[in-house]
């Protein structure tokens, strides 16, 4: 038997000569699509070849990979001592991440109004406010823990202050942002029976920009989850600290266990913030 | 809060006692759960706060060195102002220059490795196109696995394996892209509409055929604008890959970081500012024209 595809190619040229206009669409896309991975190809051969890598260092390098993978299995902690103390620093991770969240989200608020066009008409203060929250963000929060361990030490304290900065730039853009698309109406509402600058704010929108807001802080919950595992690479907390000895001292079953332990966190986290969003959000459509 | 203000003056008094039971009764129940809520919330964060080793006195006591660390970076040795004498200032130009552009290289290099792996792997892990729950599954598990290790990790692990430079910086980039790329990608997939797929497997398409002419055409802009926001991320990972000598400028920002070269950390914060500031010009205009080509069609 034959497919019906095996038929269509029977009389090609007639189909062809048919229907032209579609398959001379279809030419041009790929003709674009090509030039495009020619062009995107060229920059990655250029692009390695400018950062001088050399064949047999990827080789050998892979073939250590290989090596280290081996060594990984199975993981483990060696003593339950130890994992003991990973699981405290997993804790620590976790309350780092919380405490820059909440106190982030708290100091953005009122900044989130004063970016937003339709609270504060005067466009110099958001523009300023604007700028300096894209300044503050452009700032990795590596940089800002680098920072914050030479004001209060190393230790986990620091690491908090560090997500505190790196959350309070993004979440002042993204509160801005739901304000400023929240509904008129019911601001129009709030006017119409007397209320003032404050109340319009607080009854007109607080209550629609609320779930927003905090389905947004859940979600840099869960990422920050992620990030705060790796403050500590530079002393302000949480597993990294732990994680950079087990891997500079070579113990690789432990920074495989480790690894493990993270992805599990990881993974109770997301689940029980999603949980959490839906519940607040309902069914209202969210953009993340 | 209940009904007050203007509306207090034209009401009679029991007219507006009886407004203010009703609306205190309504939101009775919500209010008990909000007080549950934010008691349960304030134990977690008292919790979080001694495990977090909060000490509001040492940060009060120093915060003022928080603000007089602005104040140093932005002074020259001699104790002059940096914008004072601009020349001083970004004295290693030249070479941060050669820094970031090697910075962006990496982002680039790793963006684009990490995207063609993670488009093979993204239609292996989408529900309606592979019906094998074990090979779905296991490429879901893995660009979990590659997504959640951060990038830094890779990164180190990387330079223990490859030496220090940019390659390990690059591989890191590439894995963690994939990862996240993968599951965006693959979730794009499942969304699609399914009936160019009918059609292709109906005149006995292939997978792959199914693949190229069915699916890739409905998610490519999709899958460009995805590529193009992480490219800007994957510019900012890339300018701390130099902290665990993984290449890029951040080796030369942690150094001045940690030798208090204070000038020059203002001038590479500000030069990694402007940088990625520009590329996120770039990319959005470019994003633009994707999305505007999509629509166009």
């Known amino acids: 038997m034959m497919s019906s595809r095996a038929k269509i190619l029977v009389d090609e040229q007639a189909v062809k000569a048919r229907h032209g206009a579609v398959y001379k669409a279809g030419k041009r896309q790929t003709m674009t699509m090509f030039l495009l991975v020619i062009a995107l190809l060229l920059g990655l051969i250029l692009g390695l070849g400018s950062l001088n890598i050399k064949w047999e260092t990827v080789l050998s390098g892979f073939g250590k990979l290989g090596d280290f993978m081996y060594f990984m299995l199975p993981p483990s902690t060696g003593t339950w001592t130890k994992f003991g103390v990973y699981a405290y620093a997993l804790a620590e991770t976790l309350a780092i991440a919380l405490l820059g969240v909440l106190l982030a989200a708290l100091l953005a608020f009122p900044f989130g109004f004063l970016a937003a066009k339709n609270v504060v008409p005067n466009w110099l203060i958001h523009f300023f406010t604007r700028r300096f929250l894209d300044s503050v963000r452009g700032v990795d929060e590596l940089i800002w823990a680098l920072i914050w361990v030479g004001v209060v030490g190393l230790g986990p304290f620091a690491g908090v202050l560090a997500l505190v900065c790196a959350n309070f730039g993004a979440f002042g853009k993204l509160f801005s942002e739901a304000i400023e698309v929240a509904d008129k109406r019911p601001i129009e509402g709030v006017v119409s029976s007397g209320g003032d600058g404050a109340q319009r704010i607080a009854f007109g929108i607080i209550p629609q920009i609320f779930p927003v807001i905090a389905g947004q802080v859940l979600y840099y919950f869960e990422s920050n989850t992620r990030s705060a595992t790796i403050i500590g690479i530079v002393g302000a907390g949480g597993i990294g600290l732990h994680l950079v000895e087990q891997i500079r001292t070579l113990e690789y079953q432990h920074v495989s266990a480790i690894i493990l332990m993270i992805l599990v966190l990881v993974a109770a986290i997301d689940y029980l913030s999603t949980r959490l969003r839906f519940a607040i959000i309902g069914n209202s459509n969210m953009v993340h | ?297």
């Not at chain 2, 399914?194 to 997978?207: C, I, L, R």
């Not at chain 2, 199914?210 to 995805?226: D, G, I």
């Open chain 2, 1 to 297: 809060m209940a009904v007050t203000n203007s509306l207090s003056n034209s009401l009679p008094a029991d007219r507006l006692a009886f407004l203010n039971d009703v609306y205190n009764s309504a939101i009775s129940a919500k209010r008990r759960q909000t007080l549950i809520d934010l008691v349960v919330l304030l134990i977690s964060v008292l919790v979080a706060g001694f495990v977090a080793e909060v000490r509001p006195v040492t940060f009060f006591e120093n915060a003022f060195r928080f603000f007089s660390y602005f104040g140093r970076i932005f002074t020259l040795e001699t104790g002059a102002s940096v914008f004072s004498d601009p020349r001083e200032w970004f004295w290693g130009i030249n070479k941060w220059l050669v820094l970031l552009w090697e910075t962006i290289v990496i982002a680039y290099v790793g963006t684009l490795l990490g995207a063609v792996f993670g488009f093979i792997l993204c239609f292996l892990a989408s529900a309606n196109l592979v019906s094998n729950a074990w090979i779905r599954l296991s490429a879901k598990r893995f660009l979990e696995l590659c997504r959640t290790v951060p990038d830094l990790v890779f990164a180190l692990i990387f330079v223990t394996s490859f030496g220090l430079g940019p390659l390990p910086g690059v591989l890191a980039i590439a894995i963690h892209t994939m990862g996240a790329l993968g599951k965006l990608f693959s979730e794009v997939v499942e969304n699609i509409s399914m009936h160019p797929v009918e059609g292709v497997t109906a005149a006995g398409g292939s997978w792959t055929q199914t693949v190229r002419f069915a699916v890739v055409p409905q998610v490519m802009s999709n899958f460009l604008s995805y590529t193009l926001l992480r490219f800007e991320i994957n510019v900012r990972g890339a300018a701390v890959m130099g902290f665990v000598g993984a290449g890029g400028i951040g080796q030369d920002l942690v150094e001045a970081i940690r030798k208090f070269y204070y000038s020059d950390v203002s001038a590479l914060l500000i030069l990694i500012i402007a940088t990625v500031m520009l590329i996120d010009a770039v990319t959005e205009r470019v994003r633009h024209i994707v999305i505007g080509l999509d629509e166009a069609k």
